[in-house]
């Protein structure tokens, strides 16, 4: 009895560890999630657990670990960690430091965009030119690393990315962009691999400015095809690493020189899109590090928020406030749908998230749109907050949670 038990525990604990959402676009950095029966219609007065004010306007995403929610916060000149009980919202703890460079950013684009990442131990967050910083569950900070300024008129958004020992990092966009990993225990550089301005990919003047050339792109490691990749985009190009050695297992090119989207890999198949009306590719990884272009879009529509992928189609929701669902193995579009709600401004910067067969995203103006992951268009519920939002919806077992410009809303029961 005394070992079912330990195993039914071990289980249980294994399945509660599953459902967090411990880094940005959740474990597999592919915005899906296995809960369900999370909310679908609600307003900024029904169906809201609870709600807490934040100091100011920020687009980080939270993420969740246990009980506890976990947002960066920009505040003055502290860049700071907030941890929040996923209960009832009370605030555990804040930490954090005090700027010495403010950088450039777009007014868009406030200080702290960038999302924490945690294996459940610990908490990684990055805070631009004021470092990498690693705290425990506690708020105790164990480590912090400075990796030098970052600066770019429009500001950084990539998030850390914890993958077994080591946490990785797309540092950028601006004339120093460069991947790193770094010891999670320790903070300690494993390697490191620098990707300077390399404007072969186009002859257009504005592209070769480093002001309109950059990556916001957060890494995605995954086993493709046997082997363990982590898979990042550069602009005019997607690469691949072996990541414990930083290896270059292959390079792509066929996108443009704004990229704010991370890769979406679905086994053997990866797609990158660009920005600024820029391409999409979708690519097939074949042994030996080969790859095979599927398709490619020469020109599309802006794209901030990432897409997500689900039972062989690709959802995305888009600058201008137009969704749209495309077939991952050729690219062909099945539907595009614009979103609107009641405030009749449309653009949206939210990446999909994908969870019981539904996405959700929220556009800038605080529209929160349900619909079908599915190739027959259906839409379920425009929920409104009516609060600008850059953020993206993250679930949880409490329900969902949206940063605000100026909340943290739990979604759900009370």
């Not at 505040?75 to 700071?80: A, P, S, T």
């Not at 946490?167 to 966009?173: A, E, H, I, R, V």
């Not at 070769?208 to 898979?231: C, E, H, K």
């Amino acid at each position: 009895m005394y070992r079912l038990a330990i195993a039914a525990f071990i289980a249980l604990s294994c399945i509660a560890q599953a459902e967090d959402w411990t880094q940005w676009r959740g474990p597999k950095g592919d915005g899906r999630s296995s809960l369900t029966k999370l909310p679908i219609q609600w307003s900024s007065t029904e169906n809201i657990a609870w709600r807490i004010k934040l100091a100011e306007p920020g687009n980080s995403t939270p993420i969740v670990v246990g009980d506890k929610v976990l947002v960066t916060q920009a505040q003055g000149k502290e860049r700071l960690l907030l941890c929040f009980s996923l209960t009832d919202g009370s605030l555990l703890w804040s930490k954090g430091i005090e700027a010495a460079i403010i950088e450039p950013t777009h007014s868009t684009n406030p200080m702290c965009s960038s999302s924490p990442a945690s294996d459940g131990e610990r908490i990684i967050v990055w805070h631009g030119s004021a470092g990498l910083f690693c705290y425990d569950l506690k708020g105790d900070e164990l480590w912090r690393r400075e990796l030098g300024e970052q600066k770019h008129i429009w500001g950084y958004g990539s998030s850390p990315v914890i993958v077994d020992d080591l946490c990785y990092l797309n540092f950028g966009p601006g004339e120093r962009s460069f991947l790193i990993a770094v010891d999670k225990k320790t903070g300690e550089t494993k390697w490191q691999h620098n990707e300077p301005i390399d404007t072969a990919g186009t002859s257009e003047a504005k592209f070769q400015n480093a002001d309109f050339y950059g990556s916001w792109s957060t890494p995605v490691v995954r086993n493709i095809g046997g082997i363990d990749q982590l898979v990042i985009s550069f602009p005019f190009r997607v690469r691949s690493f072996e990541p414990k050695s930083g290896q270059l297992l292959w390079s792509s090119e066929g996108i443009n020189a704004l990229v704010y989207t991370s890769p979406l890999i679905e086994e053997n198949i990866i797609v990158t899109m660009g920005g600024y009306n820029g391409m999409a590719l979708g690519l097939k990884y074949q042994a030996n590090d080969r790859i095979e272009r599927l398709w490619q879009h020469p020109k599309t529509k802006q794209r901030i928020g990432s897409g997500a992928i689900h039972n062989g189609y690709i959802f995305i929701h888009n600058d201008p406030g137009v969704a749209e669902c495309f077939e991952l193995t050729t690219g062909k579009l099945v539907w595009e749908k614009r979103l609107a709600g009641p405030s009749g401004k449309n653009s949206n910067w939210s990446s999909v998230m994908i969870a019981d067969g539904n996405c959700y995203s929220i556009n800038q103006s605080g529209d929160c749109f349900v619909f079908r992951a599915s190739p027959e268009f259906e839409l379920l519920s425009v929920n409104s907050l009516g609060e600008t939002s850059n953020s993206s919806i993250v679930p949880s077992t409490r329900g969902l949670l949206i940063r605000t410009h100026q909340h943290l809303w739990c979604i759900g029961e009370k």
